[in-house]
C-alpha cells in the first residue's frame, strides 16, 4: 500500500511544532520515546474484552502479561491494593466510577468548573450533571483557597452519595482529610481525581489522597508523563455497600464493581497498545530519574510563580504548591482570550482559563492557566523561568506590535534549540 504522505507530512510539521515552541499547557507533556514506541505496535491490533486471565477473546496470553505488568507497577508506585488501567482517558475513569458507586438521580458535590475543577465533577453539560444532581463548592475570593466550610455545609444539606475533590486549575494542596471527615458525617463517598497532580502525588511532593478517599481516578499523560488514558485505583479493597452478590451468592468486593463499571459497563475493548506504553510509563515512575524529574517540576513552578509575581502579574492564592498557576489579567487589561492568541503567534502555548468570581465568559475569561511538566522535561531549570516569564512579559505588553511578536518567536525557536525533543527522531 502506498505510504500516506498527508497524514505522515502532517505529524513530522506536529514534531516540529512540538520541537520549536514553549509549551506550557499545564495537562501537557513529553512522552519517552518507548512509551511513544510502545503505542505504535502490533498490540493495537488485539481484541482483549475482559481482565488478565479472563477474556472473551482467545490469543491473549502476551496481552495479559502486559496489562498485568501495567496494574502490578502502578499498585506499586502508590502502594494501593487495586488498579484498573483501561479507562481511555480520566473522562472514562470517572465516569465508569460513577457508573458503579452512584444510580441515575443521585447527588454528586464537586469543585466548581469556574473555581478550577473539571466537567467530569457535575458540569450540567457533561454526563456527571445530567444524570447525577450536583452542587458544588468553590474556593475564597480573599485567598483563592478552596472553601472548606461551604463544602461542609454543602455536604450537610445536600448530602450527597459522592464527593469529589481534584481539580484542573488549582494550584494548591489539597486538604483531603477535612474532606473525609464531613462525607463520613453524611455517608458519601470520596473520589480523589488527582489526573494533574499525580506525578508529585506519587512521589511524595503533596499530600496523598490514598489514606482518605475511597477512590482516586487519574489521567495517565499529564505530570504522569505516560499515554494519554486514564485509571481507577484504590488503596483499600472493600465489600460493596449495596448487598450486590455474585453467582455464587458472595457479596462482591468493590474491585469488582469497578472492573465491571469499565467492562462492559462503559467501554469495549481495552486499548492494549496504549496499555502497554502506560507499564513502560509506570516503570519509569518507579525510577530515581522520575523523582529528580518531578522535584524539579515543583522548583520550576515556584521558581516561575515568583518571576510573575515580581512583575506585578496577580496569581490566584498568591503562588503555587504544584505544578502550575492560574494568573488573573485584569490588573494588566488583558483577556485570557487575547493573551492565549497572542502568546500562541510566538510559539507559546497555554490555554486561556476562568478565574474564580470571573466577570467574563468561559470564551473569554481574564486569566491563563500556566503549567511547567512539559518545559521541565526538556531540560529547564529555574534560571530558565525568568526567560520564559521575560518572554510572555514582553509580549503581553506591547500585546497589538505584531513586529515584537515576529522577533519573540524567532527568540523562542533559538531557545528551544537548547532543549532538544526527540533528537533519535529526524
Ligand atoms: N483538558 C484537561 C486539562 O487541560 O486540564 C482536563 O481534562
Sequence with gaps: MKRDTAIFDLIDQELERQRHGIELIA?????????????????????AEGYPGKRYYGGCEIVDQVEQLAIDRIKQVFNCAYANVQPH?????????????????????????????????????????????????????????????ILEEKARTEKPQLIICGASAYSRDIDYARIRKVADEVGAFVLCDMSHPAGLIAKGLLSSPFEHCHFVTSTTHKTLRGPRGGIILMKNDFENPFGLKDLKGNIRMMSNLLDMAVFPGTQGGPLEHVIAAKAVAFGELLSDEFTTYITQVQKNAQAMAKAFVAKDYQIISGGTDNHLMLIDLRNKN????????????????????????????????????VGVPAITTRGMKEKDMQTVVDFIDRILMDIDNEATIVTIKEEVKKFMGQFPLYPELA
Design 27 to 47: 495537562s501537557e507533556n513529553f512522552t519517552s520515546l518507548q512509551v511513544m514506541e510502545a503505542m505504535g505496535t502490533s498490540l493495537t491490533n488485539k481484541y
Design 334 to 369: 488583558i483577556t485570557g482570550k487575547k493573551a492565549q492568541e497572542t502568546l500562541d503567534k510566538a510559539h507559546i502555548t497555554l490555554n486561556k482559563n476562568a478565574v474564580p468570581f470571573d466577570d467574563k465568559s468561559p470564551f473569554v475569561t481574564s486569566g491563563i492557566r
Design 89 to 149: 482517558s480520566g473522562a472514562q475513569a470517572n465516569a465508569a466510577l460513577m457508573l458503579a458507586v452512584l444510580q441515575p438521580g443521585d447527588k454528586i458535590l464537586g469543585l466548581d468548573l469556574s473555581m478550577g475543577g473539571h466537567l467530569t465533577h457535575g458540569s450540567p453539560v457533561n454526563f456527571s450533571g445530567k444524570y447525577f444532581k450536583p452542587s458544588f463548592y468553590g474556593v475564597k475570593k480573599e485567598t483563592g483557597l478552596i472553601d472548606y466550610e
